[in-house]
């Protein structure tokens, strides 16, 4: 057996070198034969590299975007409309439930949360009505808000209700001037916070989102305003975390059940699953990447059948030109498979050798797209992809054997008198 594979290797060697001779005897020919299968194998590449890196980056912003892997519990209490005593004696979501829900199997984080409010904000430079917004320990990481300066919350802030800010970008300029904010002060409804952070809005590249929003807010230890605004130790809403290694459709039923049962059975609180969402966002853009590789794949085909069938007319000119090489072959013993390989290596070299060619090409295209994207400002990686690749390699060796089967085919089929005859 491993004989046999020597045999055919040191063969099919033998006439790859043979038709490397013949490739370049006629350089110019064989050149712009060349141009169809680089296209078409360059196209493949860099199309397919593009197109992988930005459903990578869609991924990645989507999720920045969203809360994978993370369901929601809503305040929804006390009812207007409720009917039994559980729904009246349990007032919603409270302090003591978010310290509870961390001991629910399968929860990796939790994060409390309390509406944003529109309270009067002043410094010695400005005063004006700004969204105030109380959140927990790690909420800003969480959902992807980048600190600029300082720091976020921290536990003890939390714990101590205590009376600091994390202020937004935006709002620095206004109220601090030039002048650098951390440790420096500003007064909401009449209270002075020490600012400790600064937020800047989260900033993507494919999405269509604008997140400016959040550089005009104040953020606020959310227990702060539990207990001095919201009263009662009410929470507006909490988001659970899921470890990476449970199972998400359990650990939602599980918190749900957890809370209901500490509430009574009290229908006051909402769930709502944020990883769904993501999930269908990723679908969609899954969808319209998927619909646009469609539409690639069907450009740079036709360019690599345009080079197939540039590669059999070229083939059958080296039939024509090379009948009385065919005829003496065939008179000295050779039959029609070796005849026909004869062609058929060289025509497969050919698109070995236009697909070669148009891989350097693609990866060139993709660095090039690098150099673009950066020089105007933008951190725009594209990693060559490898089934992309691999891709152009096989349709490019499919291109050979099918435009070049009917040439090898025709010359096999000479006769070899008729052959040696010919001029």
């Given at each position: 057996?491993?004989?046999?594979?020597?045999?055919?290797?040191?063969?099919?060697?033998?006439?790859?070198?043979?038709?490397?001779?013949?490739?370049?005897?006629?350089?110019?020919?064989?050149?712009?034969?060349?141009?169809?299968?680089?296209?078409?194998?360059?196209?493949?590449?860099?199309?397919?590299?593009?197109?992988?890196?930005?459903?990578?980056?869609?991924?990645?912003?989507?999720?920045?975007?969203?809360?994978?892997?993370?369901?929601?519990?809503?305040?929804?209490?006390?009812?207007?409309?409720?009917?039994?005593?559980?729904?009246?004696?349990?007032?919603?979501?409270?302090?003591?439930?978010?310290?509870?829900?961390?001991n629910v199997r399968g929860v990796d984080a939790v994060y409390a949360r309390d509406w944003s409010d529109a309270r009067l904000v002043s410094t010695l430079l400005d005063q004006r009505v700004i969204p105030v917004e109380g959140v927990d320990v790690g909420y800003l990481s969480f959902r992807n808000y980048p600190i600029v300066r300082g720091r976020e919350l921290v536990p003890l802030d939390i714990v101590n209700a205590a009376r600091v800010v994390v202020i937004g970008e935006e709002l620095v300029e206004p109220f601090f001037g030039t002048a650098d904010p951390i440790g420096r002060t500003v007064t909401i409804d009449g209270l002075r916070?020490?600012?400790?952070?600064?937020?800047?809005?989260?900033?993507?590249?494919?999405?269509?989102?604008?997140?400016?929003?959040?550089?005009?807010?104040?953020?606020?230890?959310?227990?702060?305003?539990?207990?001095?605004?919201?009263?009662?130790?009410?929470?507006?809403?909490?988001?659970?975390?899921?470890?990476?290694?449970?199972?998400?459709?359990?650990?939602?039923?599980?918190?749900?059940?957890?809370?209901?049962?500490?509430?009574?059975?009290?229908?006051?609180?909402?769930?709502?699953?944020?990883?769904?969402?993501?999930?269908?966002?990723?679908?969609?853009?899954?969808?319209?990447?998927?619909?646009?590789?469609?539409?690639?794949?069907?450009?740079?085909?036709?360019?690599?059948?345009?080079?197939?069938?540039?590669?059999?007319?070229?083939?059958?000119?080296?039939?024509?030109?090379?009948?009385?090489?065919?005829?003496?072959?065939?008179?000295?013993?050779?039959?029609?498979?070796?005849?026909?390989?004869?062609?058929?290596?060289?025509?497969?070299?050919?698109?070995?050798?236009?697909?070669?060619?148009?891989?350097?090409?693609?990866?060139?295209?993709?660095?090039?797209?690098?150099?673009?994207?950066?020089?105007?400002?933008?951190?725009?990686?594209?990693?060559?992809?490898?089934?992309?690749?691999?891709?152009?390699?096989?349709?490019?060796?499919?291109?050979?054997?099918?435009?070049?089967?009917?040439?090898?085919?025709?010359?096999?089929?000479?006769?070899?008198?008729?052959?040696?005859?010919?001029?």
């Amino acid at each position: 057996m491993a004989r046999q594979i020597r045999d055919w290797v040191s063969e099919w060697g033998e006439l790859a070198l043979d038709a490397l001779r013949e490739i370049w005897s006629h350089k110019l020919r064989s050149l712009l034969t060349l141009f169809g299968v680089v296209f078409g194998a360059a196209s493949v590449v860099s199309m397919t590299s593009l197109s992988a890196a930005l459903k990578t980056m869609a991924y990645d912003e989507l999720s920045r975007m969203g809360m994978p892997h993370t369901f929601e519990l809503i305040d929804r209490g006390p009812r207007a409309d409720a009917e039994r005593a559980a729904d009246l004696r349990h007032v919603g979501l409270s302090i003591k439930d978010v310290r509870d829900l961390r001991n629910v199997r399968g929860v990796d984080a939790v994060y409390a949360r309390d509406w944003s409010d529109a309270r009067l904000v002043s410094t010695l430079l400005d005063q004006r009505v700004i969204p105030v917004e109380g959140v927990d320990v790690g909420y800003l990481s969480f959902r992807n808000y980048p600190i600029v300066r300082g720091r976020e919350l921290v536990p003890l802030d939390i714990v101590n209700a205590a009376r600091v800010v994390v202020i937004g970008e935006e709002l620095v300029e206004p109220f601090f001037g030039t002048a650098d904010p951390i440790g420096r002060t500003v007064t909401i409804d009449g209270l002075r916070f020490k600012v400790v952070g600064v937020v800047a809005p989260v900033e993507l590249e494919l999405v269509p989102a604008d997140f400016s929003f959040l550089a005009r807010r104040m953020y606020v230890p959310y227990t702060w305003v539990t207990q001095y605004h919201r009263g009662q130790q009410r929470v507006d809403q909490v988001f659970l975390k899921v470890a990476d290694d449970a199972d998400f459709p359990s650990v939602l039923e599980s918190g749900r059940m957890y809370l209901k049962q500490r509430h009574l059975g009290a229908d006051d609180f909402e769930v709502e699953n944020s990883a769904a969402d993501v999930a269908e966002d990723l679908a969609m853009a899954d969808g319209i990447l998927s619909g646009w590789n469609v539409v690639l794949f069907t450009i740079a085909g036709v360019t690599l059948i345009v080079g197939g069938i540039g590669l059999f007319s070229v083939l059958l000119i080296s039939v024509r030109e090379r009948v009385r090489e065919i005829g003496i072959r065939a008179a000295l013993g050779a039959d029609d498979r070796s005849i026909r390989r004869l062609f058929l290596a060289e025509s497969l070299t050919l698109a070995l050798l236009g697909a070669t060619v148009g891989l350097l090409g693609g990866t060139g295209l993709i660095k090039v797209t690098e150099s673009i994207a950066q020089s105007f400002g933008r951190e725009f990686t594209v990693p060559v992809n490898m089934p992309g690749a691999v891709m152009a390699i096989a349709f490019a060796i499919l291109v050979g054997l099918l435009f070049g089967w009917y040439p090898a085919s025709r010359a096999a089929k000479l006769d070899p008198i008729e052959a040696i005859r010919e001029l």
